[in-house]
Structures are given as structure tokens and as C-alpha cells.
């Protein structure tokens, strides 16, 4: 870690855009440990076993006909940031530039923000299934990412076994290519309420309602999530949840800061708000009948249905 070449990577930072992506991704590495990638062996073969046993426990407990990236990424630290600030880049890139009087200033200060950011990210990400939201290549419209140092830094944190909480993340994050692969439609209205809303804000507003909406499709992306992983998962994993909310409740007060800016208790919040939601759902219909929130947009389920599982059961199974 160089804190020094990370300061004047976003003290250079330049160009037109109200970030410098490019000062902000140097700046990320340069702040964090890369972690090692020095594979033991048979422990990339370990990663696709996970995916493929998930891939078909997934798909027998779903239903869902869906596929899983051919190419599984075992990352360091660097690796997940340099793939995710171009994610980062498309999204923020609906934002028109609003730099005022001193634009270098503002540059130099959005990209500092956003070298924490990732940083911070970088450091904490386990797995990621990336649908590739605003994406321009047609030929590979989606990815899955381990980020290896983090998964044993956790494991050994935790004091669990790596190969069966790197199995945990795997499932995980195979059920969210099955949301993708149940609903074709997903990425789109994803893509459209959040470039609504940054729009928005680009101009100087706010806008509630697609906010809300994608706060709602997303606590149901997460909540869905977890239903399949309490049906698929070949494990138990009890242990494994209330030793992750053991960790973040034993966060200091700065890391707890950094989640709450960068909208990680939110996350959080989604995870279980949704759960409960489809935890009523299957109690009392089924699990067929929570798949309905992907026939499509009009069935996900609205803020108020969330707290309300039975109003959305009422209108939606007819």
C-alpha cells in the first residue's frame, strides 16, 4: 500500500469528466493490498465445482433454465476494482458535469471520493455476480467475480472452514443469475429507473419515485436471493449469516461510517426486508407463487406490498 502515490494520483487527476476514472482506479490500487492469487492446487477447479454444483441445485429448487458465466474470475483486490470502475463509470456517466466555478477542484475532489470508495470495496467485496448494467458488448452480457484474499481473510476472520464459506458465497451469488436468467427484462428496468434517478439528480432533483422503485426491485433481487439459498444451499449456514452480522455489528465506528455513505446498511436492509417478504410468501402459498414477481416489471412488488406480502399475493394470483 502506497498512501503517497495514491495522493497524487487524485492530486493529478484531469480531463472533462467531473471524475477522472483513471486517477481514481491508480489511486484505489495504490491505497490497497492487492492480496495474494498464488492458487493452491486443485483450487480453481474448486470455484467452477461451487458454480456448477450450485448452478444445478439452483436450477432444480428454481425451476429456471439460466447459465452462469463461462468464465469464472478468481480476482485480487486490483483485479475487482479495475473490472468494476468501468461499471462505476457507466453508471455515473448519465451525470452531466456540474463542476462550478473551479472545475479542477471538484474533480480532484470527486475522485478522491470515489478512490475511497473503491477502495473500501475493494477490500470487503467476497463474490459478485455482475449482470453488466449499461454494458456495450453484445457478446458477453454478464460476469462472475471471487474475489479470493477477501474470501480467506474472511473465512480465517470468522473462524470458519475457507472451502465451505467459499461454497456460501458461490451459491449466493449463483442465485442472482438465476434472478437475471427468470426475468430477461431485469437488466432493462434496472437500467431504467437508475438512469432516471441519476438524471435527475444531475439536474439539481430528486427523483422519489424511481428511486423507491429501485430500492424495492432491489431489496427483491436480494430477498429472492436468499429464499433460493434456504432451499438450495447443501449445507447449513446459520452459522455462517450470524457470524457476518456478528462482524458488521463489531465494526468500528469509522467502518460503520464508510457502510452507511456508501449504502452498505442498506444493503443490509434489503436483504432481510426482502427475506421476510418471501419468507410469508412460501409460508403461506408456495415457493412457484414468489416466482411470480419475475412474469414481469408490473409484478414486482410495489414499497408498501413489501410490508404487506399479502396484498401483493392478492393481486398478483389471480
Same mark, same amino acid.
Given at each position: 500500500?502506497?498512501?503517497?502515490?495514491?495522493?497524487? =494520483?487524485?492530486?493529478? =487527476?484531469?480531463?472533462?469528466?467531473?471524475?477522472?476514472?483513471?486517477?481514481?482506479?491508480?489511486?484505489?490500487? =495504490?491505497?490497497?493490498?492487492?492480496?495474494?492469487?498464488?492458487?493452491?492446487?486443485? &483450487?480453481?477447479?474448486?470455484?467452477?465445482?461451487?458454480?456448477?454444483?450450485?448452478?444445478?441445485?439452483?436450477?432444480?429448487?428454481?425451476?429456471?433454465?439460466?447459465?452462469?458465466?463461462?468464465?469464472?474470475?478468481?480476482?485480487?483486490?486490483?483485479?475487482?476494482?479495475?473490472?468494476?470502475?468501468?461499471?462505476?463509470?457507466?453508471?455515473?456517466?448519465?451525470?452531466?458535469?456540474?463542476?462550478?466555478?473551479?472545475?479542477?477542484?471538484?474533480?480532484?475532489?470527486?475522485?478522491?471520493?470515489?478512490?475511497?470508495?473503491?477502495?473500501?470495496?475493494?477490500? @470487503?467485496?467476497?463474490?459478485?455476480?455482475?449482470?453488466?448494467?449499461?454494458?456495450? =458488448? +453484445?457478446?458477453?452480457? $454478464?460476469?462472475?467475480?471471487?474475489?479470493? +484474499? @477477501?474470501?480467506?481473510?474472511?473465512?480465517?476472520?470468522?473462524?470458519?472452514?475457507?472451502?465451505?464459506?467459499?461454497?456460501?458465497?458461490?451459491?449466493?451469488?449463483?442465485?442472482?443469475?438465476?434472478?437475471?436468467?427468470?426475468?430477461?427484462?431485469?437488466?432493462? $428496468?434496472?437500467?431504467?429507473?437508475?438512469?432516471?434517478?441519476?438524471?435527475? %439528480?444531475?439536474?439539481?432533483?430528486?427523483?422519489?419515485?424511481?428511486?423507491?422503485?429501485?430500492?424495492?426491485?432491489?431489496?427483491?433481487? &436480494?430477498?429472492?436471493?436468499?429464499?433460493?439459498?434456504? $432451499?438450495?444451499?447443501?449445507?447449513?449456514? &446459520?452459522?455462517?449469516?450470524?457470524?457476518?452480522?456478528?462482524?458488521?455489528?463489531?465494526?468500528?465506528? %469509522?467502518?460503520?461510517?464508510?457502510?452507511?455513505?456508501?449504502?452498505?446498511?442498506?444493503?443490509?436492509?434489503?436483504?432481510?426486508?426482502?427475506?421476510?417478504?418471501?419468507?410469508?410468501?412460501?409460508?403461506?402459498?408456495?415457493? &412457484?407463487?414468489?416466482?411470480?414477481?419475475?412474469?414481469? +416489471?408490473? @409484478?414486482?412488488?410495489?414499497?408498501?406490498?413489501?410490508?404487506? +406480502?399479502?396484498?401483493?399475493?392478492?393481486?398478483?394470483?389471480?
Amino acid at each position: 500500500m502506497n498512501l503517497y502515490r495514491s495522493a497524487r =494520483a487524485v492530486a493529478g =487527476a484531469s480531463g472533462d469528466d467531473a471524475i477522472d476514472w483513471r486517477s481514481a482506479a491508480d489511486a484505489a490500487k =495504490a491505497a490497497t493490498d492487492p492480496g495474494s492469487l498464488d492458487l493452491e492446487s486443485g &483450487e480453481r477447479e474448486a470455484y467452477a465445482r461451487d458454480v456448477r454444483d450450485a448452478r444445478t441445485a439452483v436450477r432444480t429448487v428454481s425451476g429456471v433454465d439460466f447459465d452462469v458465466p463461462e468464465t469464472i474470475e478468481i480476482q485480487n483486490r486490483h483485479h475487482w476494482i479495475d473490472a468494476n470502475v468501468a461499471t462505476f463509470e457507466r453508471v455515473m456517466g448519465t451525470l452531466e458535469t456540474h463542476t462550478g466555478t473551479f472545475p479542477g477542484v471538484a474533480r480532484t475532489i470527486n475522485t478522491g471520493t470515489m478512490t475511497v470508495l473503491l477502495s473500501f470495496l475493494g477490500r @470487503n467485496v467476497l463474490g459478485q455476480y455482475d449482470p453488466l448494467l449499461l454494458a456495450d =458488448a +453484445p457478446t458477453d452480457d $454478464h460476469a462472475l467475480y471471487f474475489v479470493r +484474499p @477477501n474470501i480467506l481473510n474472511a473465512a480465517a476472520t470468522l473462524d470458519v472452514d475457507a472451502d465451505r464459506f467459499r461454497r456460501w458465497i458461490a451459491f449466493h451469488e449463483v442465485t442472482h443469475a438465476a434472478e437475471f436468467g427468470a426475468a430477461p427484462w431485469l437488466s432493462d $428496468h434496472l437500467e431504467s429507473r437508475m438512469q432516471d434517478g441519476i438524471a435527475t %439528480l444531475s439536474e439539481g432533483a430528486f427523483d422519489r419515485d424511481a428511486f423507491r422503485d429501485l430500492d424495492a426491485a432491489m431489496t427483491v433481487v &436480494e430477498g429472492y436471493a436468499e429464499l433460493l439459498m434456504d $432451499h438450495a444451499f447443501d449445507d447449513e449456514y &446459520e452459522d455462517l449469516r450470524r457470524k457476518l452480522d456478528e462482524r458488521r455489528q463489531g465494526r468500528g465506528p %469509522l467502518q460503520k461510517l464508510f457502510r452507511r455513505l456508501l449504502g452498505l446498511g442498506l444493503k443490509e436492509r434489503q436483504y432481510e426486508r426482502g427475506k421476510n417478504f418471501f419468507e410469508h410468501v412460501v409460508a403461506v402459498r408456495d415457493l &412457484e407463487t414468489a416466482s411470480l414477481v419475475w412474469e414481469g +416489471p408490473e @409484478n414486482l412488488p410495489s414499497h408498501d406490498e413489501l410490508d404487506a +406480502p399479502g396484498a401483493w399475493i392478492r393481486r398478483v394470483d389471480r
